[in-house]
């Protein structure tokens, strides 16, 4: 049986805890970027946005703050295609679409569908795959929108745990799901997934939460603890620290990524899989670091 | 002769000097005065009364054609609302806006009808945008920004109504800002396109462009269109008032009063017999032949002169063809009514671009068919958005001698409207371009329109299987000559392969951005090897598209004469170097994006091959 004074405190916090709800108030994402490409050609971004066969976008809309990050399957160059070419056209595809409000918040699926379809609409012929990663915030109802295909990803962090994350689609071992457009003798035999078979997921968030976008090239190099130390450095909501902390973040993954040593999570998972191997995993790292923040003009 | 007064005469009243008071109402006494000076020695000031504002377009309301698919944000008209995606890039890029077609090669087809007598030479008009912009504004500039082959812009007007507006006015009034002629430029680069306009004594948010992209080499994209202007009317604007524009058939066609004995001079027994002046010795036909050269609002304004003139400028035999698509702003239900009498005999009517914002009715336009639609062989409604199932079925059941019936862009048409098309046995030409004619109704009238020469069912989105629809094209219409499939989503090699067998006589096909179709099924070969008499085949980004496809045309078709096969990785030189020589015809051949086919070779190839337009687009 409750004491008074308990059920007072639990009428007092429910009561504060109505009044500290911002809903009238629309949430934002502010996101800073920065990654590495595998070989670091000349100067670390080709053409912004883009790390090596890597390529992502952040994307402003009335409605919604629009994230993505593509991971070009390197595969196509034995073939004489350049898998950034891909994957940038991709994410370039979806910011145009969020620019011009052709999307629907709560249907991040639909975002690469139609992306998808546009990239067959272009009088070049586009060869190549990539993996796909949307996040979406709805302003208003201050739900995370989600789609994945492939295993790039996202974790959303809360008081220093992970509360959610993406789940990776493999075929197999190093074959993630992947949007492709295969030259036509070639059409059986590429691994083309549909974008419907993207993973989604839509959860609420709160202020404070702290969203990492990334490639492979990050969660194959660094397992999750060493991201959650070196997100507990974020100390406020701007974006210098932010990007101070993406900074720090892809590049503490690049330098294991070429530490032969280390045991990497994908170093062990080979071995789970019977492989024995050490080392990180040489890759292209794209990362997106967002906070949800209270949206200001 | 006795010439009655046209009640238009040209006038124009001269400069309009502002009185100072006006100047009184802005700016310091000392601006006033010194302002007062210029105006009176005719020069403008700079006072800064109104803000001037640059705005870009916040919608497309209504377009002619586009090449990019419907829904899509690729080479299509949506992409003109907005800012500039590409400027000042030059190239060929998804994010403009690209129309259907460009040059002369779609009319030098025998699917293109002949022009229409007495098109005024001051109309070049092929296609048009309407853009809706946020706010009216008194406009000083308008700039079309023009990223790849720039000068399709023939003409800019601005409307006096809100598209925006709850409460819109009954009288809509579209000014001409700038009109020109087709150019093409030379230089390759983009271009900020912003001719000298007329100023306006209305604001508007309304502005359309129309565009003509004869001369062009390329198609023409634009990226983003410009209105600026003032929210106040400039009161320092030393305007002249405009020559009342007597292209106003709604007033043209008054009916003469009965001249009577004014045009007699009593006791002048020679004038009795030339009361026309020697008009009058003048054989009928061959008046008829003079006035036949006149352009329609002359017609009109003759027939008010004499009753001799209107005589002749009504009879029925000078209106056997009659395009209005000229007049589109002025055409109205009235007008239509007064030209009712003389429409008896018309064979060809061009209603194209009319009637748009409730200028024609139903009521309007039935009353005229109902008049003059019994000997139509030729009737153009390419976007003619006043048209709906009624006036379908008016059209079907007046006009049963129709052979050609274009209906292009006719979005807004319900699906079940082009029922009533099957009812017209006669038709030999149909375009149905962009509108959304449903399976069913496409079968009904290959049923029964078995003498169709000409058929067009390009980006037609809501037609779901066109296996199905070829195969019946195949049974039903074998005389078929022209066959327009542009982005048919979904046909096969087993609807080309029955289209190839029934209609042996088919001279253009169509297949652009048909992605279903796959050269390894061989159905491009089976294509030249069945259709002997292909004068133009379009295979435009169709990724399969192969050698040994090109070299089967080359046995086969000796009178090709466009072909298109942009974007396919497979075609090298070797087969098109035998195309080229075994098709002395050829005059278009557009390798666009074509990988193994470099700019080198196709210089090569346009050296040994003067007479053929090699095509070699680019994005950047």
């Known amino acids: 049986m409750l004491s008074v004074l308990s059920y007072g405190r639990l009428v007092a916090r429910a009561v504060i805890g109505g009044l500290s709800q911002t809903d009238g108030r629309d949430y934002s994402l502010v996101t800073a970027s920065c990654g590495f490409g595998k070989d670091i050609r000349k100067g670390i971004q080709k053409k912004g946005m883009c790390y090596g066969d890597d390529a992502c976008f952040i994307a402003r809309h009335r409605s919604a703050d629009v994230l993505g990050v593509a991971d070009g399957v390197g595969g196509w160059r034995d073939y004489g295609v350049d898998p950034s070419q891909f994957s940038g056209t991709l994410m370039k595809t979806c910011e145009r679409l969020i620019k011009e409000g052709r999307f629907v918040p709560s249907n991040p699926v639909g975002v690469l569908t139609t992306s998808y379809y546009e990239l067959l609409q272009n009088k070049v012929p586009l060869l190549g795959s990539s993996t796909a990663c949307i996040v979406v915030l709805d302003r208003q109802s201050h739900r995370l929108h989600t789609a994945n295909l492939g295993d790039s990803g ?94 720090s973040i892809a590049e503490h993954a690049h330098v294991l990524a070429y530490d032969p040593n280390y045991m990497s999570p994908f170093a062990q998972f080979a071995c789970d899989n019977g492989l024995n191997v050490r080392g990180g995993k040489p890759d292209d790292i794209t990362v997106l670091l967002s906070i949800v923040a209270e949206y200001t003009d | 002769m006795e010439r009655r007064q046209s009640c238009y005469m040209n006038t124009y009243f001269e400069e309009v000097k502002p009185s100072c008071m006006w100047l009184g109402l802005s700016g310091t006494r000392g601006e006033a005065l010194s302002s007062r000076r210029a105006v009176e020695s005719g020069q403008r000031t700079a006072l800064p009364v109104s803000v001037e504002i640059d705005q870009y377009a916040i919608e497309v309301l209504d377009f002619s054609s586009h090449y990019g698919s419907e829904n899509s944000m690729s ?83 601005a409307c006096s109504l809100n598209p925006f507006s709850q409460n819109p006015p009954a009288d809509v009034r579209w000014e001409v800002l700038w009109a020109g002629e087709p150019t093409k430029v030379l230089t390759p680069q983009a271009r900020q396109f912003s001719p000298s306009i007329k100023q306006l004594s ?205 209906l292009s862009s006719c979005d807004r048409l ?149 072909l298109d096969i942009l974007g396919t990785r497979m075609v090298t030189s070797t087969s098109l170097r035998k195309l080229l020589q075994a098709c002395p015809k050829l005059l278009l051949l557009d390798v666009s994006f074509c990988s193994q086919v470099d700019a080198r070779i196709v210089q090569e190839l346009s050296g040994l091959f003067p007479n053929v337009a090699i095509k070699k687009s680019f994005t950047q």
Not at chain 2, 227 to 243: A, D, N, T, V
Not at chain 2, 464 to 486: I, K
Request: charged share 20%; proline share 5%; glycine share 6%.
């Open chain 2, 75 to 157: 080479y299509t008209m949506r992409n003109l609302a907005g800012g500039p995606n590409v400027y000042p890039s030059f190239g060929d890029f998804t994010q403009t806006a690209v129309f259907r077609a460009y040059g002369t090669w779609w009319e030098q087809c025998a699917s293109a009808p002949p022009p229409f007598h007495r098109t005024p030479k001051s109309f070049h008009s092929q296609d048009y945008i309407e853009l809706a912009f946020e706010e009216p504004v008194y406009p000083t500039a308008v700039e079309v920004l023009e990223t790849y082959h720039p000068g399709a812009i023939v003409q800019i007007t």
């Open chain 2, 202 to 406: 209305f604001p508007t948010n309304l502005i359309r462009l129309e565009a003509n992209s004869s001369l062009l080499k390329y198609y023409t994209e634009l990226d983003a269109v410009v209105l600026r202007g003032q929210r106040e009317r400039p009161i320092m604007s030393l305007y002249k008032m405009p020559r009342i524009d007597i292209c106003d058939l709604s007033d043209s066609d008054e009916e003469l009063l009965d001249p009577g004995t004014s045009f007699r001079r009593a006791g002048d027994e020679k004038y009795m017999d030339l009361v026309n002046g020697y008009f009058d010795r003048l054989p009928y036909e061959l008046i008829q032949l003079i006035v036949s050269h006149l352009t329609l609002p002359d017609l009109c304004r003759l027939a008010q002169t004499c009753k001799l003139f209107h005589q002749h400028c009504c009879d029925p035999l000078q209106y056997t063809q009659l395009s209005l698509q000229p007049y589109w702003p002025r055409l109205n239900d009235s007008s239509l009514g007064y030209l009712q009498s003389r429409c008896t005999l018309l064979q060809r009517l061009n209603l194209s671009w009319t009637g748009g914002r409730g200028a024609l009715t139903l009521t309007g336009f039935s009353s005229f068919m109902k008049a003059c639609g019994g000997n139509l062989v030729c009737l153009e409604l390419s976007c003619c958005h006043f048209l709906n199932e009624v006036c379908l079925e008016v059209i079907s059941q007046t006009c049963s001698g129709l052979q050609e019936l274009n």
């Open chain 1, 154 to 247: 996202f974790l959303v962090v809360r008081g220093g745990e992970v509360v959610h994350r993406s789940d990776e689609q493999q075929h197999y071992f190093n074959t993630p799901f992947q949007l492709s457009i295969a030259p036509p003798e070639a059409e059986g035999e590429v691994l083309s997934d549909s974008p419907d078979t993207a993973d989604s997921l839509s959860f609420d968030v709160q202020l404070g939460d702290i969203i990492l976008t990334a490639t492979d090239g990050l969660f194959d190099n660094m397992p999750d603890y060493m991201i959650l130390h070196e997100l507990k450095r974020l100390k406020n909501t701007n974006y210098e620290s932010i990007q101070q902390t993406a900074r």
């Open chain 2, 414 to 562: 319900h699906p079940q409207a082009f029922t009533h098309i099957s009812n017209l046995t006669r038709l030999r030409r149909l375009v149905l371009y962009r509108t959304k004619i449903e399976q069913t109704a496409m079968l009904s009238i290959l049923t029964f329109c078995t003498e169709l020469r000409h058929l067009n069912l390009g980006s037609c989105v809501m037609i779901e299987d066109y296996d199905v629809v070829v195969s019946m094209l195949a049974v039903r219409c074998r005389s078929l000559r022209s066959l327009d499939l542009w982005r048919c989503r979904n046909l096969t090699e087993r609807g080309l392969a029955e289209l190839a067998v029934g209609c042996r006589l088919l001279e253009e096909l169509d297949l652009g951005w048909c992605s279903t179709l796959q050269s390894s099924s061989g159905c491009f070969q089976h294509l030249a090897c069945n259709l002997p008499h292909l004068r133009k085949l379009f295979l435009t980004a169709n990724r399969t598209v192969c050698d040994s496809d090109i070299e089967e045309l080359a046995a086969n078709c000796h009178a090709l004469q466009h």
